[in-house]
């Protein structure tokens, strides 16, 4: 059983598209979140979720939006996609809000926006 | 907020040689250290974590070590093998208490057969 989850793998779209990516975790973790990893590799935390709380907010784009129905899932909403927007984005969840919780990845939504 | 610095940004070892990944953080109030995997078209992966009431840690071929003061921390991998090969990330947690990690960015480690 995966217990990080995401789809799609593969996203292609087009500008001024909007998109969603869902993300479902079994584990009974606290804590989700949102990463997005450029073409260099580099990874940046865009959200986290605690209790349906948002608790981080990283100067993301307002078009970027997420969703949690529940504490299992956490789903990316991105409005009027853009060019820039091309990147890998990872879901993660971690067992308690707090500073010392190993993060488990997903294995990521490959965007691309022509 | 936290800044995580990654040496080298590539590495490249024969196989059975050891690899050392070095980071260095700003934050000193940053008290945990993971090191993750990430293999082709996966997810990254916690491979070993440290925190900073420890100076040292091993997990079979894997080690990582803590230096408070100068606040830099590396991992050590012994005896190398093809499946070493992938992209090794370093991490500290924030200093404000906040959720979340700050990541290091990345050593694309090579094993040479």
């Known amino acids: 059983d995966t217990a990080v989850s995401q789809t799609p793998k593969y996203l292609v779209t087009q500008m001024g598209n909007d998109k969603s990516i869902k993300c479902e975790q079994n584990?009974?973790?606290?804590?989700m979140y949102w990463y997005k990893q450029d073409s260099k590799k580099f990874l940046k935390i865009m959200f986290s979720?605690?209790?349906?709380?948002?608790?981080i907010n990283e100067t993301v784009p307002n078009r970027f939006s997420p969703k949690s129905p529940d504490k299992a899932h956490l789903n990316l909403h991105i409005n009027s996609l853009e060019l820039g927007d091309s990147a890998v984005y990872f879901c993660?969840?971690?067992?308690?809000?707090?500073?010392?919780?190993?993060?488990?990845f997903g294995n990521g939504t490959r965007l691309t926006v022509t | 907020g936290e800044n995580v610095e990654q040496h080298p940004s590539t590495l490249s070892v024969q196989e059975g040689d050891s690899a050392v990944i070095k980071c260095t953080y700003s934050?000193?109030?940053?008290?945990?250290f993971p090191w993750y995997k990430q293999e082709l078209g996966k997810g990254p992966q916690l491979i070993i974590d440290?925190?900073?009431n420890v100076g040292e840690k091993k997990d079979q071929r894997i080690a990582v070590t803590l230096n408070k003061t100068a606040k830099h921390f590396s991992l050590h991998i012994t005896e190398t093998q093809p499946e070493d090969s992938a992209v090794y990330f370093c991490?500290?947690?924030w200093g404000g208490g906040a959720d979340g990690l700050t990541f290091g960015k990345g050593t694309h480690l090579i094993i040479q057969p």
């Open positions: 991490a500290a947690s």
């Open positions: 993660a969840s971690s067992q308690a809000s707090g500073r010392d919780s190993p993060l488990h």
């Open positions: 979720y605690n209790n349906k709380e948002l608790i």
């Open positions: 934050d000193s109030a940053s008290n945990y």
């Open positions: 440290i925190r900073s």
């Open positions: 584990l009974g973790h606290d804590t």
